[in-house]
């Protein structure tokens, strides 16, 4: 803990780890020996757009529990494409989508993650690229992407997209694969939801891909405050904050539009239904993906919205691609990040908020030391994240001695 002027205690941001389960081979047992208290998860067994119930949400809380952990955060509560594109049983999905949050809410969880990302989640090329000291991280490379884009997918208004020198160099990247390759890029890039693996085929990609034809940013963003303004009013009944997660890449790709990427767009999804319960999930790795973004500016304007922190870093490079960084390295100045973070805590004790120890994840590690003899989900090794989460710790408690502490 430390103090504000007015000797008010500014809590600690709330330490956790993200969890896919039973299944994920890094356990319960070991996330209690890094320090975090809480844990970041969801029912990735049911498929979006299907209610989950009482009782699967009591078991997976109760298996939580009895490590003497706790269930933070829900991440994520998936939407139903129905929604996204605006089709005719959206409604329906909606209301599947509410009664899962009447469920959570009776449980107990208050803070709930989402995104509006079509079709695919984040998407990267290359799943093992080695640092200089052999660390493994994962990268999305601007040029692989477009070889993909242009010659594997095929989709013919790429080549308007892309430059002659894009294509140019996108054919001599593909050139230089083999085949086996060539697989292994387009299972990356089409593989579906985090925590389930769920790999799209071509056919199937090119299914989804016709049904965004005609939604732009401009339709998918109505959509999306369409979707809000049915369920934030309920949520804020029930206590429950909904928090978007932006885009990752934060930029259009496959055609595909985006609309949580930038401060305006943010600032477009809480005006969407301006209420406690619409929130950000206010990731540093997605957003600090796009030069443009202001992200110690960001959380200054917007940080009373924020109700969850994804702490990560990715180091940019000139033609777009970027590679996970260490979590105090990279083009993000975490410490101009975390600062902010902290003024918004002080904001908060002194206004009278409750909602001050702000969950927090490491995201997104490298594949260091023992990492490698486990085969986990893509950027979640227990040893790298516990590195993330150790210096996120101790910048936090740095900054705060340094600003309250007499």
């Not at 956790?16 to 990735?44: E, M, Y």
């Not at 298996?63 to 003497?68: P, R, T």
């Not at 994520?76 to 409604?91: L, Q, Y």
């Not at 994804?310 to 033609?319: F, S, T, Y």
Request: contains cysteine.
């Amino acid at each position: 803990m430390s103090y504000t002027d007015n000797n008010e205690m500014i809590a600690d941001l709330e330490q956790t780890f993200r969890w896919f389960g039973p299944n994920d081979p890094v356990s319960l047992a070991d996330i209690t020996q890094t320090g975090a208290t809480g844990i970041v998860t969801a029912l990735h067994h049911i498929p979006a757009g299907k209610e989950w119930s009482m009782d699967e949400i009591n078991k997976r809380k109760g298996i939580i529990e009895a490590s003497g952990l706790r269930w933070s955060v829900v991440e994520s509560v998936n939407i139903h494409e129905s929604i996204r594109i605006a089709g005719s049983e959206r409604d329906t999905y909606i209301e599947k989508y509410i009664n899962t949050l009447r469920n959570l809410a009776q449980a107990g969880l208050r803070i709930v993650c989402y995104n509006f990302m079509p079709v695919l989640d984040w998407t990267r090329t290359d799943l093992d690229h080695r640092l200089p000291n052999n660390a493994s991280a994962l990268r999305y490379d601007a040029i692989a992407l477009a070889a993909f884009d242009l010659y594997l997918l095929q989709r013919p208004e790429a080549f308007d997209e892309f430059t002659e020198e894009q294509q140019r160099k996108a054919k001599q990247y593909l050139d230089g694969l083999s085949d086996d390759d060539k697989t292994k890029l387009i299972n990356i890039i089409m593989a579906g939801l985090p925590g389930t693996d769920e790999v799209f085929t071509m056919d199937e990609f090119k299914v989804h891909l016709k049904r965004y034809e005609h939604i732009d940013a401009t339709v998918l963003k109505q959509n999306m405050a369409y979707f809000l303004r049915a369920i934030i009013p309920e949520a804020e009944r029930l206590g429950v904050k909904m928090c978007v997660h932006p885009d990752d890449p934060p930029f259009p790709i496959l055609g595909l539009p985006r609309v949580v990427s930038t401060e305006r767009d943010l600032a477009d999804v809480v005006n969407a239904c301006p209420s406690p319960s619409n929130g950000i999930t206010f990731c540093t790795g997605s957003l600090g993906a796009n030069p443009k973004n202001d992200l110690p500016g960001m959380v200054a304007r917007l940080g009373a919205h924020i109700h969850f922190l994804h702490l990560r870093n990715v180091q940019r490079e000139p033609d777009g691609s970027f590679y996970e960084a260490d979590h105090l390295g990279g083009s993000t100045d975490m410490y101009a990040v975390m600062k902010r973070i902290i003024l918004e805590q002080q904001k908060r004790a002194e206004s009278g908020r409750e909602d001050i120890s702000i969950p927090m994840r490491p995201d997104h590690g490298h594949k260091i030391l023992d990492d490698h003899r486990y085969d986990t989900y893509p950027g979640y090794s227990v040893i790298g994240r516990l590195k993330g989460l150790a210096e996120l710790r101790g910048l936090e408690m740095g900054i705060k001695r340094t600003l309250f502490d007499r």
